[in-house]
């Protein structure tokens, strides 16, 4: 689409001033920084991190409660580091910890009405609270920037998202909207469940709206696709489609491509920050290496070897308020050989992630029911619940399985199913079962929704 008078204006004047509000800082400039570190020489790279880690370390040694603690225990010597694989004597941080000790992660002497308090989507069944500094926040918002200039989804490019619930209409929900849909040219498209009408009505929004880009969930961006296909219905003016925040499976990504004419792009990362992005190569994804440290290793800690399957572990270089060291995502991912990409980025790459799985669920009365759906329930329960599953059991009947916490209490089970209610609808019936653990997959993943109806197609 031809670049107006206005988007100049969104790109030079709006969206700088909303990023010095939001983030107090340059969000372009750290791009920029981003896109020289992407083409550095692989030995480069590894001596910049190598300085990262050591400032990291030796700030948390003297400033964080909980690092503290655990380097003594660990035996670790901040001081002594000159190797990344010293790294390894250090235990992961787990959700666990995060659940347990996450006052102790704050360093000291921080001002606490400057930090964001957030929490993962739950995605892999246990959500967790996290907290960013400004700057932190500032690296994440450029890091996702970048990644999306390698699909062409600028910031003036119109947009559509898939996914997200409803919310009530205030005036604070209605300031929100009219910078998401003026400023940043979004129009969001909630998905807290979708039938073949809810999808209906989103082909026709889209049509209304022309965007250039559609991302979202890959489960729901995936049934709009396979609608679109059985209506014979195309979208000329889209030119990207992104999927984030749940794996994103094979024959999604066909159907998505049979629809659109085009690969998806795919990314991952967790509490809105992002760990890998795929490239216009379409051969993996790039672990986003240049404003954090991602680790692959085996369950004893160590380095995996290209082709083997690895814990993904984060350690941040910007979160100065909140730093986590070797945070395990609860993911799996595999690593590919260390060669250059034809996309010129010199950034390693992983083949998949492995986990964030699950089935898509069917009610008798047309719904869809998708992992996104359901972490928007738990989500703002992390402190209550420790993890959770759904199980459709038959056509008409789901069990909600829940691991309290200690302040799990009645009233929350009655939110619990009066919010699931909201998009399950009432032709099914509704058990929410407590439960002291619940059962992993052989790769050690909490799976959200389980149908033993019959696979999803």
């Not at 400039?29 to 790279?45: N, S």
């Not at 001002?111 to 500094?133: D, E, I, L, N």
């Not at 559509?160 to 998401?180: C, D, F, I, S």
């Not at 898509?360 to 599953?389: E, M």
Request: hydrophobic content about 35%.
């Amino acid at each position: 689409m031809p670049f107006s008078i206005a988007d100049a204006v969104r790109r030079h004047v709006l969206l700088p001033a909303t990023d010095r509000w939001r983030f107090w800082g340059d969000v372009d400039a750290r791009i920029a920084t981003l896109e020289e570190r992407d083409r550095w020489e692989p030995e480069r790279l590894r001596r910049w991190q190598l300085e990262q880690l050591r400032h990291v370390l030796e700030y948390c040694s003297a400033r964080v409660p909980f690092y503290r603690r655990r380097f003594a225990a660990a035996g670790f010597d901040p001081s002594r580091f000159d190797d990344v694989r010293q790294l390894e004597s250090v235990p992961p941080l787990t959700k666990k910890d995060i659940r347990e000790h996450g006052e102790d992660l704050f360093a000291t002497g921080v001002a606490r009405w400057t930090v964001k308090a957030g929490r993962t989507g739950g995605s892999t069944g246990v959500p967790t609270p996290f907290h960013q500094s400004h700057e932190e926040q500032a690296w994440v918002e450029a890091e996702t920037r970048r990644c999306r200039r390698w699909e062409g989804f600028l910031p003036t490019s119109r947009a559509v998202a898939l996914g997200g619930r409803n919310y009530r209409p205030t005036w604070k929900t209605r300031l929100v909207r009219a910078y998401v849909r003026h400023v940043r040219r979004l129009v969001p498209l909630p998905s807290p469940f979708l039938t073949d009408e809810k999808l209906d009505e989103y082909i026709a929004a889209i049509d209304d709206w022309r965007p250039e880009v559609v991302y979202g969930y890959p489960s729901a961006v995936y049934l709009l696709s396979r609608r679109m296909t059985d209506r014979g219905h195309r979208f000329p003016f889209v030119r990207v489609v992104e999927t984030g925040s749940e794996k994103l499976f094979d024959h999604q990504r066909a159907a998505m491509r049979e629809a659109f004419g085009f690969e998806p792009y795919d990314g991952y990362g967790g509490g809105d920050s992002p760990v890998a992005w795929e490239c216009p190569a379409h051969r993996g994804l790039h672990v986003l290496q240049t404003s954090r440290y991602i680790e692959f290793v085996d369950d004893a800690g160590r380095a995996v070897a290209p082709g083997e399957k690895g814990r993904v572990l984060v350690t941040t270089f910007h979160n100065d308020a909140w730093p986590y060291v070797r945070y395990d995502m609860d993911d799996l991912a595999e690593p590919m050989p260390d060669e250059a990409c034809t996309c010129g980025c010199r950034l390693p790459r992983i083949r998949c992630v492995h986990g964030r799985a699950g089935d898509i669920l069917r009610t008798p009365d047309g719904r869809s029911i998708t992992p996104a759906n359901v972490t928007l329930v738990f989500g703002p329960l992390h402190d209550r619940v420790w993890a959770y599953q759904l199980v459709q059991e038959t056509p008409e009947r789901i069990v909600a399985l829940v691991v309290p916490g200690p302040l799990f209490a009645d009233a929350d089970e009655r939110r619990l199913v009066s919010d699931l209610r909201s998009f399950m609808g009432d032709v099914v019936g509704l058990e929410v079962r407590r439960v002291a653990d619940i059962e992993k997959t052989p790769a050690g993943k909490h799976l959200i929704l389980v149908s033993r109806v019959r696979p999803v197609a």
